[in-house]
Every structure is written in structure tokens, then in C-alpha cells.
């Protein structure tokens, strides 16, 4: 038995590294295909030792059916093929922001809210990265103490942007101070901000407020961002401060909370973006409680991989595994115990 799936941006940075991610884990995948522009068509993938050719993403493509399909192409173009897609009887995990406010689209973390797959077929909306790695560092916390306040500042990898956001750091890493994708120089730079402003704050800093309270099912939390564009390649980083209702009993008390996290490693040592580069967790580092009700972390995650491709493989996993039969052996004691 097996999937048939389907990548739609595959040649884009995330849309590699969600096959890359699919090709490792346990997902049996029967049938493969992939998706791009006319531009990016033709040129091939590896999956599993064999060469996939990349498809031009049509409407009579999308209208064929798949159990699964991947999109990480934009907002535009989510918004035109995606609802075709699960017309047609495909359950659709969105990497863009086209469909994560919409109240009946399930907006999911799956180690925070996996239980609103149950029973649902449809598209379902991928957080923003620096959300995702966020709220896994702090899920736990909140279920415990019950989050009141989050004051964050992130400090976000080019990858984040895309490939021509990486091309154009390189080049000025070569000495070109030129700049098309970013509104200064990234290069031996931060920039202070990420997407266009509305009422001063930047659309990622919206995302940041809007998700988190999406995810954690509390309007009440106030988020306070500042979300900053650093020159690293790969990997977010986050600084966070946060505030509780209810008093922390103790410093180990909350590491203990932080540590009981699926997927979150906690470290004693400093942790850095590069050290993290390729793996599939959230580390935290930096644990500090300043009173009873606030404490600062240091989060560090692969932006493609945590925040992006990593957690579609997963909600597709969990999906079919919640909604079929079907559970990988390797994970059958803990979604039993979810």
C-alpha cells in the first residue's frame, strides 16, 4: 500500500527539501510527482534513487486526484490551484499564508493541535516558520501555566525568502552591493524587517500574532514581535520573553515543562543556527527565570526543514495515520499515547 503525492514548487528551496524530507521518512509513497512553472519544468529530482521529472502545474493535473499533495509555490498560486486540488478529493497541506486565518481551514502544528486532523479532508494550512518553532518551544508552558504575554524578536535566515533571496547574499558576499530581494543589503547587515507594513507592523509580525493565538486556541495571548532578517543561510533564531498567568513553581520546573516538548532539545550549552542546520528539532537554549511569571528562552530551528517541510511530512503523516488504517511501526506507541 502506498500514497500517491504530489509536490507542487519542487524546484523551489522548501519544495526540495520537502521531497528530501519524504524521501527519509517512513511515508510509503507509491507515486510521485512534482510541479513548478513552465520556467522550472523539465528538470529532474531525486527520489529514492530515482530521477522525477518536474511537471508544469496545470488545473487538469490538480483535478486528477492524489491522496497527498505539497504546496510551497505562494499565496497566488495556492489560492488558484489548491481548492481545485481538494475539489477533486486531495487532502492539501499548504506551506503558504493564503489559507492560515481562514476559521475552517485547520491551521496545525502536529505535535500541539494534530487532533484537528481527525476526520478532516481538505486543505490544511502550514504555520509560518518562526511560529512553528516558537510555539514548540512554548506549548507546554502554556498548557501548564496558561501564556499571557510573548515578547519575541527573531533573527531569520535568507533561505526564508527563497532562493533568490540566497543568490542575491551570495553575490554580495562576492563584493555586489546590489539589492532586488530584500530592502537593503543583507550581506554584514540586519534588516529590521520582513514583508510590507500595516498599522507599523510587518506582515511576518502579524503572522507571528495571528498564528500563535490560531495554534494555541487563546485569543487572550498578546504577542509582541520584532522580526528581523540576519545574514545566515539556514536556520531562525528567536529570543524570547515570556509571561504567565500562573506562577512557575521553580527554574527546574519550567525546564522540565520546556524539555517534555515533542520534538524540542534543550541545551546547557549555548546553541547557534549553524550547529543545528539539517535536523528535524527545535533546540532551546538560554533558559531564564526572571520571576515567577517570566522567563526568557533562546530558540534556534531549520527554517526549511522545522518550519516548513518537516512539519507538512509530518501533518501528512499524522493525517493518514489518524484517518486510515494505516500506522508506521516505528510510531505506533506514540500516536496510541497522543
Not at 478529493?89 to 500541539?112: H, Q, Y
Not at 493541535?113 to 512553528?132: E, F, Q
Not at 524539555?259 to 549555548?270: P, Q, T, Y
Amino acid at each position: 500500500m502506498g500514497f500517491k503525492v504530489g509536490v507542487v514548487g519542487a524546484t523551489g528551496a522548501v519544495g526540495r527539501t520537502m521531497v528530501e524530507v519524504l524521501e527519509k521518512s517512513e511515508v510509503p509513497v507509491s507515486e510521485l510527482r512534482l510541479f513548478a512553472s513552465e520556467r522550472s519544468a523539465g528538470q529532474t529530482l531525486t527520489f529514492k534513487g530515482v530521477q522525477v521529472k518536474v511537471e508544469v502545474l496545470t488545473e487538469e493535473a490538480m483535478r486528477e486526484g492524489f491522496d497527498y499533495l505539497l504546496f510551497s509555490a505562494g499565496a497566488d498560486v495556492s489560492r488558484r490551484y489548491a481548492p481545485i486540488a481538494a475539489q477533486a478529493g486531495t487532502t492539501v497541506i499548504d506551506n503558504s499564508s493564503a489559507f492560515r486565518m481562514v476559521p475552517e481551514i485547520p491551521l496545525v502544528v502536529p505535535e500541539i493541535n494534530g487532533k484537528l486532523l481527525k476526520g478532516y479532508h481538505g486543505i490544511v494550512a502550514n504555520p509560518n516558520c518562526s511560529t512553528i518553532q516558537m510555539v514548540l518551544a512554548l506549548y507546554r508552558v502554556h498548557d501548564r501555566y496558561h501564556l499571557h504575554e510573548i515578547f519575541v524578536s527573531t533573527y531569520q535566515a535568507v533561505s526564508g525568502a527563497g532562493h533568490k533571496a540566497v543568490v542575491e547574499y551570495e553575490r554580495q558576499l562576492a563584493g555586489d552591493t546590489t539589492h532586488a530581494v530584500f530592502p537593503r543589503q543583507i550581506a554584514h547587515n540586519v534588516i529590521p524587517l520582513i514583508g510590507d507594513l500595516k498599522d507599523d507592523i510587518s506582515q511576518e509580525e502579524w503572522k507571528m500574532i495571528n498564528e500563535t493565538r490560531k495554534i494555541l486556541n487563546s485569543r487572550s495571548i498578546a504577542v509582541f514581535p520584532t522580526t528581523v532578517r540576519v545574514p545566515v543561510r539556514v536556520g531562525h533564531s528567536e529570543s524570547v520573553v515570556a509571561r504567565t498567568l500562573f506562577p512557575i513553581m521553580s527554574k527546574e520546573d519550567l525546564v522540565e515543562t520546556i524539555a517534555s516538548g515533542e520534538d524540542v532539545i534543550l541545551h546547557d550549552d549555548i546553541v547557534t543556527p549553524v550547529e543545528v542546520a539539517g535536523d528535524d528539532y527545535v533546540h532551546v537554549g538560554r533558559i531564564r527565570l526572571f520571576d515567577a511569571h517570566t522567563f526568557g528562552l533562546w530558540v534556534v530551528a531549520d527554517n526549511l526543514r522545522v518550519g516548513a517541510a518537516t512539519n507538512a511530512v509530518r501533518i501528512l503523516k499524522l493525517h493518514s495515520q489518524l484517518n486510515s488504517d494505516l500506522v508506521f511501526e516505528s510510531e505506533a506507541t506514540e500516536v496510541e499515547g497522543r
